[in-house]
Structures are given as C-alpha cells and as structure tokens.
C-alpha cells in the first residue's frame, strides 16, 4: 500500500508539537475523545494515542499482547541501554519489581516522612522568605534531585553531583535536546556504576539499600544480570523525578486561579492528601507512556498494525466524561477518584506511587502553610510531549505571619 494511501486512512492528524498553553493540550484531548479517540499522529515517527479511559484501560489489562520493551515512551528518548524495570516485560520485569517494592510499603514510606518533610521545608521556606520566584526553576526541579540523592545513601560529594546532572538531564529532555540527554544519561551510568562499585566492596543492610538489595537477589538460584542491575539504579536515580518538578507547578497555577480554593484548603489543611488526588487525576503529568502490539489489534474500532508504539495518554483518559463527571472541574472528594490512572495501571504501575504522595502532599501542605497567599507574576511556560506540566510558573507569595 502507498504511503499516501496509509495517510489517508488514517485518523486524525494531530501534532503534538504544537505550542500549548495552561488549558490547550486539554481542549486537543477532549476534541479527539469526540472526534477521533484512537488517533495517529506522524510526528516522532508516526504513533497512535488513546484518549479515553476504556482503551487505556484495554491496554494496560493485557501486557502479553502490548509490551512496553519495544518502545515504552513517545517520542523515544532510551538511547542508551534496557533499563528495567520500565524496559522489560513480565517475566523478566518481575524480579526488579519484587525487590523495588521492598523499598516503597506502606511502612517504608511512613518512615520516609520526617527526611521528606525536612528536605520540602528546606527549600520551601527561602523561596517563601523571598516572596516568590519561579516555583519550577527555584523549587520544583530542584526538590526530587535533593530527595533521590539521599535515598541512594551516598556521600554528601556524589549526592552534589547526582542533583547537578539530574537537572541537566531534566532540562535536556524538556528542551528536546537529544545530544544533552544522551551526554547526562551516561554520566547518570557512572554514577550508577560507582554506587554498585562501592556497594560491592562494603554491602549494606539489604533491607535500607536498594542497590545491596538488587546485588543479592537471586531468581532462579541465579543473581541478576549486572548489566541489568546497572540499568535498574540508572532509572531510579531519574524515574521519581520528572512527574513531581512538572506537576507542582501545575498545582500552583490551579490553586492562583482558584483563591478561593487556597484558602479552603488553609483552612482546613486535613484536606490536602485529597486535593493531591484530584489534582492527579485533572493535571496528571503523563500522556506518552506507550506500549506496542505483537500482533494486529483493533482498538475503539480501529484496526493498529503490530509494531507500531501506541501512547496511552494518560492525562486524557482522567478526563474522559465517560467516567468522570465534569472532568475539567477540580471537585474535592470526587466518589470515583480511585479510577484515576495517573499512575498507571497493571505490571508498571508506578513502584513510587507511596512516595509521590508523600512528597506532593509535604508540598502542597508547606506551601499553603507557610503562606497567606500564592498569586501569578508573569507568563507560564509548558512542558512538551511525553509530559504535561509546567515548566516556568512565576508567584508573588505573601508568607503567613505563622506557620500554621
Ligand atoms: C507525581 C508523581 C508520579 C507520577 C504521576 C508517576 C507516574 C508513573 C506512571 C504513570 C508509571 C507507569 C509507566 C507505564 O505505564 O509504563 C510510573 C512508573 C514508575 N514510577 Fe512513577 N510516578 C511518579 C513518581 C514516582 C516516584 C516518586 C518514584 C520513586 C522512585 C517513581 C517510581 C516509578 C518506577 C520505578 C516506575 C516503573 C515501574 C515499572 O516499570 O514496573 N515514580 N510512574
């Protein structure tokens, strides 16, 4: 068949590089959910993207025929080695995961709190001192690398350094610039390489170190390929990393279009672990997460060749009206929140998900804290595909005289 003809046929046509503001990206989605939910774009070398809640859904309930080890992200930006467990599929994924949710119970996050809390007020409270800034370039991007860093327990010297390359990396991708993230990835790899060197030489309880946890692992009676281990602490160093700097921002543009929130939720500040909710749901941060076909499907009524990635644009599926009741409108307490897939759903679901939560509410409970209130001071600037978020929010922050 031509390639004229396959254009043709094909749905929709949209093109995901165009420049967005606040509440474009949402009327695109929402137009394709009517129009054309299973839509192609052929930008990033051609791709198709579910828009509604079912077809994700679909997807992710039937990960033998949709894997995510040939591309598991839209435009590709994995040049540099598998890394699990975001790169393998079950079965091989399984043992990663068995010992990353180790290190993420319910426990191990419950303790993570006062680490969490002291790292958030750290560099909150300049900013707040300072009566505002860029909450992305002086907090948001900056926070998860100061977190990571010491959740790999490493000395102050190499903890300096993952936050300095961590920020280059970040910038790297959300500036698309290929060569950058290509450059920062493989000094994220000596990193990686130096935590195993050292965890070899001197191991650590297996029980509070993810990388002596990964080394004496055995599936199979069999330890798990270095290469592989390797790859494993590389992702985590940047995996937890991307969402919260985006997404924070996100919330606090929300919450300076919304006074009136910001001061229900001061008010009563037991509110927040459920406006985190919601916010994850109405700005979740990912659309590009993706998934290939080992063999022909159909999907929504449209036929997808094997071989081509399909992205499963998460943040359209949490406002699909068919689930979700006037999807664009932040509603506290929403009775079907627990439907939300900003964290995924299936073999991949987010191992971090604990963690986020702790860290956006720390966040979001210190801000509003800390402050009478939070108000826009100049333009915004937005992430690109494969994320959704902010990446420049400007505030004039008046500090509260005590912090409640
Ligand atoms: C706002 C915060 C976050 C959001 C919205 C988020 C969302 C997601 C999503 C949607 C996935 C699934 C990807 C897929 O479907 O292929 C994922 C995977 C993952 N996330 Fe998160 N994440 C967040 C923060 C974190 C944090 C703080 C960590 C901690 C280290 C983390 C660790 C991971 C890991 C390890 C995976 C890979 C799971 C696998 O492939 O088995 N995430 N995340």
Known sequence: MSNERVAAQLPSDFDPREPETFESAHEVMADLRQRCPVAHSQVFDGFWALTRHADVVEVLSDHRTYVTSVQNVVPKVAFTGRRPPLHLDPPEHTPYRQVINRFFTRDKVAAMEPWVRRVTVDLLQPFVDAGGGDICADFAHRYPGHLFADFFNVPEAMSVQIREITARYDMALQSADDEQVKTT???????????????KAEPMDVEDDLTSALLAKRHHGEPLPEDL?????????????????????SMAVHLCQHPDLQDQLRADLSLVPAAVEEYLRLLTPYRGFARTAVTDVEIGGQRIPADEPIALVYASANRDEAVF???????????????HLAFGMGPHRCAGEG??????????????????????????????????????????????????
């Open 229 to 249: 281990v390797l790859g494993t602490i590389r992702q985590m160093i940047v995996v937890g990393m991307i969402a919260p700097s985006i997404f924070i921002g």
């Open 185 to 199: 990835s493989l000094e994220l790899y000596e990193i990686a390489r130096a935590i195993i060197d050292a965890r």
């Open 325 to 339: 009741d006037d999807p664009h409108t932040f509603v506290l307490g929403r009775p079907n929140i627990d439907r």
């Open 355 to 404: 963690l986020a939560r702790l860290m956006l509410t720390t966040v979001l409970h210190e801000l509003l804290a800390r402050t009478e209130r939070i108000e826009l001071d100049g333009d915004i600037r937005m992430t690109r595909w494969p994320e959704w978020g902010t990446l420049r929010v400007p505030l004039r922050v008046t500090g509260a005289e005590a912090v409640r």
